[in-house]
């Protein structure tokens, strides 16, 4: 793994470093805008690297919605604005003892799957349903007295990501979270399967219900960090 990590590390501090010329030489531009982007991306993709072999999350209390904002915006970037990213975040939420960076990523995963999904129909409809307008809503609620598997929770956080795509295979639903499994042509099947070794790291699970026009990805997490968490 470290072998691994050091080669793909050193084509990454080039991309990066050619990004950042980039950013500098167009600060301003929209074509700077998107070089940074490209730094922030590599930056995830060492700092996930990075937590290979680590024995614990690195764990902080922290606003959820601050962890939900840059997956938010990395995707209004990514998709051009061309999909309507809708907001509905309870503001009363406490903070919740979680690793940012990893949880990031995981919502980063399960909502460019929804985004992918939604291009997909995007390029189906578009001559026969022109009034059809790809959408991808977040929603946080707290619920209480809330099982976990086998652990009841007294309060959870509940992180619902919705969008209005194809839906979800029924070929694959069963094996969904396992590594490369994917309905598209061009998917790896690796998204997912990170976001649920994620999410259950930090004791919480990832539920989904799904039909053609509505697919809901529900993360739910216990509100604070148990001391025991899973392997």
Known sequence: RRNLGHEIRNPLGGIRGAAQMMAAELKGRELGTLAELIMREVDRVDELLSQFGKPELDCCPVDLHYVLQEPTELLMLESA???EIIQDYDPSIPEVTVDPELLI???LNIA????????EVEIQVAQTEPSWKPHLKFTTRTLRQH????????????VDVQD????VPENIRDQLFFPMITGRSDGTGLG???????????GGAIEFESEPGETIFSIILPL????????
């Open 81 to 83: 604005e061309s999909v």
């Open 105 to 107: 990523q995981a919502f």
């Open 112 to 119: 460019r799957n929804a985004v992918q999904s939604l291009r």
């Open 147 to 158: 099982a976990i598997g086998q652990d009841f929770h007294r309060v959870v956080i509940k």
């Open 164 to 167: 209005n795509g194809k839906g």
């Open 192 to 202: 997912l399967s990170i976001a649920h070794s994620i999410v259950h790291q930090h």
């Open 224 to 231: 604070e960090l148990t001391n025991e968490l899973p392997a």
